[in-house]
């Protein structure tokens, strides 16, 4: 529904999801509260310059305001194109996909299902392969399975291909393939168990990782119960117990710890005063208040959205580049599965062990986005063991119109859905279409 | 012609190796055995074969393992090797390939190809492949 009640509508939900109050936006946006009350009710009409006031204040786009979710759906037609690969058949008709939208919104519907069904059914393959990668019990008995279905295939091809094969051979061949049905059958019983029993844990989140970040998710990364300095280590583990896996349980019963710690020495009311004055910039933050910039990026990413100031993502890898925490920020994608895109201040922080600040902008991003990036290292073998590095990287909007000064560095998600042409990082083909080998 | 040559099958599912000795067998090769991963290694070493089919999940040894043992030894450095596993994602071939092996077949297998792949290796060895 376009008209003047559509553009208020979005602008007030948008406003409600980042918990901003009326005021507040009001201020940012250089208008009366009173004023931006009628926008939000329809009651005044909105365009030009206003919108796109609102729409920077808002972090958002001014056509995503005006549009809302047809914007949104062509979005997503563009994103199935990208993700569907390079089959055979002519490619989509990306010139005019807002045609399909418009046209036909019960297949652009369909569309989007599909995608969102495919990119569920790859995760769970990914996850499937992960699994056995990593669970013992599973690779046993897939291996256990593939060993009777071995003997089966290459006893019974015998049988059948030898018609001369004498009496004795025969009775031996035949036993053994009745003790290898029957291993077999009892090997699948047991492959069917353990795939049912990690059914539950694999719906929705797939991996330890997804389960923690998933509860993390649900919580918009801030766990209320341990922001109490008596916070102790039964409340970490009776959150923790929420997880269904082991695995995952103890990924967040680590990730809480640290949590709890860095609570007690950064409060949250202190943190809000100097966000108040410094504005949600980590190293600002940090020499303000007398602390490692690492934690100054967790609280950040852990605190309400009136605290922090601003939407907050965050990233952390560890010293090999694999990505151990991730929090997306809209208009900064992070990979599902794999590390992420090496262009990223996050492992440039690694090896240069100095605080980092770049602006980044994704191919399929409207704005860049501001990135914090440190790195700490631990020895907690002793000083003469190997220290373990881990990265963060924090992750703001665009921010100030000075920022918008300095060029943005281009950077992606990771190779693999990547279509910037002639980067220097790039270790794997795209599979976007026309992207580049 | 294969008739004479000697191959050690290093596998421990006992009906596995009863029918791949007799396919084997069949083709004319003499087909030794052996079931441990500890001292397959030794085994190799004793019974000199002029090639072998190697398991990887062994109980006690991972082939891989006794792989890199046999291409570390000047003796059987060159020996061809055909790893034959249940596991055959391309990382457990890379794996196997860059550790020496002569050729990686995954479980199960029709038995025409087992049989051709190790005349292939067999006529590596007289063509010195």
């Known amino acids: 529904m376009r008209g003047i009640g559509g553009e208020g509508a979005r602008i007030r939900a948008l406003r409600l999801q980042k918990g901003l109050a009326q005021a507040g936006l009001a201020r940012d946006a250089g208008i009366s509260p009173s004023y931006l009350n009628l926008i939000e009710h329809g009651r005044r009409p909105i365009g030009g310059k206003l919108l796109g006031e609102l729409a920077r204040a808002l972090d958002s786009d001014p056509a995503v305001l005006s549009q809302g979710a047809e914007a949104a759906q062509i979005e997503t037609l563009r994103r199935a194109a990208a993700a569907s690969g390079t089959g055979s058949g002519p490619a989509p008709e990306l010139d005019r996909i807002e045609a399909l939208g418009a046209g036909f919104p019960g297949w652009s519907a369909l569309i989007q299902r599909q995608a969102d069904r495919i990119a569920t059914l790859e995760r769970a393959v990914a996850s499937l392969g992960e699994r056995l ?113 082991g695995p995952g349980r103890t990924l967040l019963t680590a990730h809480l710890q640290q949590y709890a710690a860095d609570a007690r020495s950064l409060p949250l009311d202190a943190l809000a005063r100097q966000v108040a004055r410094h504005g949600a910039d980590p190293f600002a933050l940090a020499a303000a208040m007398g602390v490692e910039p690492a934690p100054v990026m967790r609280r950040l990413a852990a605190a309400p959205a009136d605290v922090a100031g601003a939407e907050i993502g965050l990233v952390r890898c560890d010293g090999a580049g694999a990505l151990t925490l991730r929090r997306g920020l809209r208009g900064f994608g992070l990979p599902r599965f794999g590390s992420g895109c090496a262009l990223w201040p996050l492992y440039e922080a690694l090896w240069s062990r100095r605080p980092l600040m770049r602006r980044l902008q994704q191919a399929d991003a409207a704005r860049p986005v501001r990135a914090f990036a440190v790195s700490e290292t631990r020895f907690p073998g002793g000083p003469n063991a190997p220290g373990i590095v881990t990265a963060t990287m924090l992750l703001v909007p665009h921010g100030s119109s000075a920022d918008a000064a300095a060029p943005a560095l281009p950077v992606g998600q990771t190779c693999r859905i990547c279509a910037r042409t002639s980067c220097p990082a790039r270790t794997e083909p795209s599979i976007l279409p026309d992207a580049p080998l | 012609m294969t008739n004479g040559k000697r191959v050690l099958l290093i596998e421990d599912e006992p009906n596995i190796i009863e029918a791949v000795r007799f396919i084997l067998s069949r083709d004319g090769w003499h087909v030794a055995t052996h079931s441990q991963g500890s001292d397959a290694v030794d085994a190799v070493r004793a019974k000199a074969p002029d090639l072998v089919i190697l398991d990887v999940m062994l109980p006690d040894r991972s082939g891989y393992d006794i792989l890199a043992d046999l291409r570390a030894d000047d003796a059987t450095r060159a020996l061809p090797v055909m790893v034959l596993t249940a596991r055959g994602q391309q990382k457990d071939r890379e794996a196997a390939l860059s550790l020496g092996a002569t050729r990686f077949m995954v479980k199960p297998f029709a038995n025409a190809d087992l049989l051709n792949a190790v005349r292939d290796m067999a006529a590596g060895l007289q063509t010195g492949d």
């Open chain 1, 133 to 245: 990668s990593h669970d013992p019990l599973l690779s046993a008995s897939v291996h256990d399975v593939l060993s009777a279905v071995t003997a089966i295939r290459s006893t019974s091809a015998i049988l059948v291909e030898d018609p001369a094969l004498g009496a004795e051979w025969q009775a031996r061949f035949h036993r053994n393939l009745f003790e290898d049905s029957r291993r077999l059958a009892d090997s699948a019983r047991a492959l069917a168990r353990q795939l049912e029993a990690g059914a539950d844990a694999d719906r929705g989140a797939t991996t330890p990782l997804d389960e923690m970040e998933a509860w993390l998710q649900a919580r918009a990364f801030h766990v209320a119960e341990l922001e109490n300095a008596a916070a102790s280590d039964d409340t970490v583990i009776g959150l923790a117990a929420d997880l269904p896996s």
